[in-house]
């Protein structure tokens, strides 16, 4: 490869030659009749589903504070510290049922109120209409947010736009004839979603309820709500009439919408009015320029060109091509569209000022993980980290922000958790948490004793230090959380009288259980790969923190000394990598959890260049899981496939879990779920991690960085011939753009903000690379 600087380049600025893609829209010739045909919106707290009727409008709400529960102070076992240690010496005696049995009685969390967040009424919109539509079609264009509506009645020339605007807090509706006085309607709130009641004042209706339900919680506990929609028409009359309000001889309206609550001490009531207050005195026009003066710079950032589908493709609504895709068609465009979808998502289920991250559901309820076996709440094993792996390098890192405030809430609760639990300092997670701060165990063997989650969510922190290397960041924010973790786990951890050793435990490998040599499905064990895995890592990371900040001399050299004393990775008999200290065989060899692979990715302990043995048998691990009879597909899996052979340099094999992310685990909407008959589940029920992973998985395809290197189309599918993306982010605060052509590279740009050094891969060749400040680099071919 070669170089040559380029002055005065933008930064993530196209590739010479190449035309920037846009986002790209999803469009459909039908109204939505069910939820997975809906299309999203949000704008990082309010979320709406959109059905697009053409006889009325329906508009399904969500908020990322409607959560049922409580804080508590009784979540932890009171009998837990007690019985610990000789749960330990039985896990090292090898008397491995008997630790299960007595962890089950002793160890698991007792909520009393753990809450989920509740799904909230529809706002539904229904017309005078008489007549069958024409020329129907509806789209979300991610270029701006929108979602579109068109069609024809009678003559008559109806279009809606709906977007929710986090520059005004507020979801606006806009309804638009192009005859004088054609637009008559009701607007309403649906009744019994929650428990509340409606009320009608002038042009507003408004419903005051609770986030209460029974199954997660007592049916006592949740925020207060205070739901309201104004009606705002261009002509014609507004009357309240019991429930509704009645719109009459309209030629346009504007509907708006605000949700207030009052979790965590705010007014429900003050939220709504002041953004009605404004939203209603600007009008329409200036909160659609607003709208997209916040929402367009963050997503124009990025763009992905993967090749032209055939034109007769091109022409069909996106249900139609996505069910072409799942029986076997080729659709790069689709493909570059959901790319792109999960960076809308990211915008607008989280942005820098949410009270909340992204929950399991996102920024959506459909009301079937608050109503199931689920909670719609924050899964700690791997979906929450999921739900953010693509915010960095598509350079969302701000979108991550929520997510470090959920994590703040958790050491300040997790320091009582680990007192209480295990006589220790620092704080410690487990697998689940709520909007109120959760860090005891999960109620349930198996799944419940994760207990390295909190640092799995804290390399989140650690991940947006190393994209922007802000080292006030690092010092205010990471640092302390990461230091606290890494002080309980240095008095966690238990030396192996057998082999000096010094292994976590008792935890699981979640969500996994192994048969012991007596035959028992146990799922308790000391030194689970995944637990050393995230502790190698942890201590690495606080000991390289406290170098760069100039802190904590005596803590690193205890970090350091402890890290040579963690146990290796191992290969069993199977050549696979071992999930567990023992060679255990799995009870369910199908299951869908691979923790101990944490190691390939989102750490890089095993990679083909560094460990290629290591590299092999997690490709093995991976072979076994899928081959055996049941395995467990579904969205967040896919994905994590996708990033796994991302990491083995295997373009092929991610995109075959690619193609079944779209076409076997994502819906008419391309938006991903769990599927019904795993983990308890009856039906299909939507969850974020899906789309987010896939678009990371995408992104790793294309750019991977370390802190030291940045790799050049790593793993690029045989298939995607001729493309290029631009604006994505490598670690050091990089912008990246990259051109390819008959599978090879063309050039690439890559820009810094500041004065910066790197070295350059692109297969065996590498490039040592030095950026002034504001420049870009150019690369191409020898």
């Excluded at 076992?77 to 090292?92: F, K, W, Y």
């Excluded at 001889?249 to 009605?276: H, K, M, Y």
């Excluded at 699981?508 to 890592?537: F, H, K, R």
């Excluded at 050049?712 to 990259?738: E, I, Q, Y």
Aim: hydrophobic share 40%; aromatic share 8%.
């Amino acid at each position: 490869m070669r170089q040559h600087e380029v002055v005065h380049a933008v930064a993530g600025s196209s590739a010479p030659g190449q035309q920037s893609s846009t986002p790209g829209r999803l469009w459909f010739s039908r109204p939505a009749t069910r939820w997975f045909e809906a299309l999203p919106i949000g704008n990082g707290r309010l979320g709406g589903m959109v059905y697009s009727g053409d006889r009325g409008e329906r508009i399904q709400l969500s908020e990322s504070t409607a959560w049922s529960g409580a804080p508590a102070d009784t979540d932890v076992s009171p009998t837990a510290l007690e019985h610990l240690p000789t749960i330990r010496g039985l896990l090292l005696a090898g008397r491995y049922a008997e630790a299960q049995a007595l962890a089950g009685e002793h160890l698991l969390g007792t909520p009393t109120s753990f809450g989920t967040n509740v799904p909230l009424p529809e706002l539904q919109v229904t017309f005078d209409a008489e007549g069958e539509p024409t020329r129907y079609e509806r789209s979300l264009d991610l270029q701006d947010a929108i979602v579109r509506t068109t069609f024809q009645r009678d003559g008559i020339t109806i279009e809606r736009e709906v977007f929710a605007s986090h520059a005004d807090g507020v979801i606006v509706v806009r309804l638009a004839a192009d005859t004088t006085g054609a637009l008559s309607f009701e607007l309403s709130f649906t009744e019994d979603v929650i428990p509340g009641q409606v009320t009608t004042e002038g042009d507003t209706i408004r419903l005051q309820g609770n986030a209460f339900e029974e199954l997660h919680s007592n049916g006592k506990v949740g925020s207060t709500l205070d739901l309201r929609a104004q009606v705002l028409p261009d002509d014609g009359t507004v009357v309240a009439e019991g429930n509704h309000l009645i719109v009459r001889n309209a030629t346009g309206a504007t509907i708006l919408v605000a949700v207030g609550s009052d979790w965590l001490g705010e007014d429900p009531a003050e939220r709504p009015t002041r953004l009605l207050e404004h939203a209603s005195s600007v009008g329409y026009e200036a909160l659609k320029q607003a709208h997209l003066d916040d929402y367009t710079p963050l997503m124009s950032q990025v763009g992905l060109d993967l090749g032209r589908s055939d034109s007769a493709v091109r022409e069909l609504p996106t249900d139609e091509r996505r069910a072409l895709l799942a029986k076997g068609g080729e659709d790069p465009e689709l493909l570059a569209l959901y790319f792109q979808y999960g960076r809308y998502l990211t915008i607008a289920g989280s942005r820098a000022d949410s009270p909340l991250p992204l929950a399991l559901q996102g920024a959506w309820n459909d009301g079937r993980a608050a109503g199931g076996p689920w909670t719609n709440d924050f899964h700690l094993d791997i979906n929450t980290q999921q739900n953010y792996w693509a915010a960095e390098i598509t350079g969302l890192g701000e979108c991550q922000l929520p997510l470090f405030t959920l994590i703040d809430g958790l050491r300040a609760s997790g320091q009582k958790t680990a007192t209480q639990l295990y006589g220790a300092p620092g704080w410690v997670s487990h697998t689940v948490s709520n909007a109120w701060g959760y860090s005891a165990p999960g109620w349930g063997l198996g799944w419940g004793l994760h207990v390295t989650s909190g640092i799995w969510i804290s390399l989140q922190l650690w991940e947006h230090f190393e994209y922007n290397r802000d080292l006030g960041f690092l010092a205010d924010r990471a640092y302390p959380v990461l230091r606290d973790a890494a002080e309980f786990f240095l008095a966690y951890l238990t030396e192996d009288p057998a082999t000096g050793q010094l292994l976590s435990g008792p935890s699981d490998s979640p969500e996994n259980w192994y048969l012991s040599p007596d035959g028992d499905q146990c799922s308790l064990s000391m030194g689970a790969t995944c637990d050393t895995v995230l502790i190698e890592a942890l201590f690495r990371i606080c000991t390289e923190a406290s170098d760069l900040l100039g802190v904590d001399e005596e803590l690193r050299s205890r970090l350091e000394a402890a890290r040579e004393k963690l146990p290796p990775f191992q290969i069993g008999k199977h050549g696979q990598l071992q999930e567990w200290l023992v060679d255990f065989d799995e009870a369910v060899p199908s299951h869908r959890h691979t923790s101990h692979l944490i190691a390939l990715y989102p750490e890089r302990q095993i990679s083909p260049r560094l460990t290629p043995e290591l590299a092999r048998a997690a490709e093995v691990t991976i072979e076994r899981r899928q081959n055996a009879e049941g395995w467990e597909q579904t969205e967040w899996v896919e994905a994590n496939l996708m990033t796994y052979y991302a990491r083995l340099l295997d373009g092929d094999l991610a995109l075959r879990h690619l193609l079944g992310l779209i076409g076997d685990a994502s819906e008419h909407n391309l938006m991903s779920y769990s599927a019904g008959g795993i983990a308890g589940a009856e039906h299909n029920i939507y969850s974020f991690d899906g789309n987010a992973g896939g678009t990371a998985g995408i992104a790793e395809l294309l750019v991977q960085s370390t802190s030291e290197e940045i790799e050049l189309l790593p793993a690029l599918p045989s298939s995607w011939r001729d493309g290029s993306v631009h604006g994505l982010r490598a670690r050091g605060g990089f912008v990246v753009d990259v051109t390819w052509q008959n599978g090879r590279l063309v050039t690439a740009r890559i820009t810094n903000p500041h004065e910066a050094s790197v070295r350059v891969r692109q297969g065996d060749e590498l490039l040592d690379v030095t950026i002034a400040a504001g420049a870009t680099v150019e690369i191409t071919p020898v």
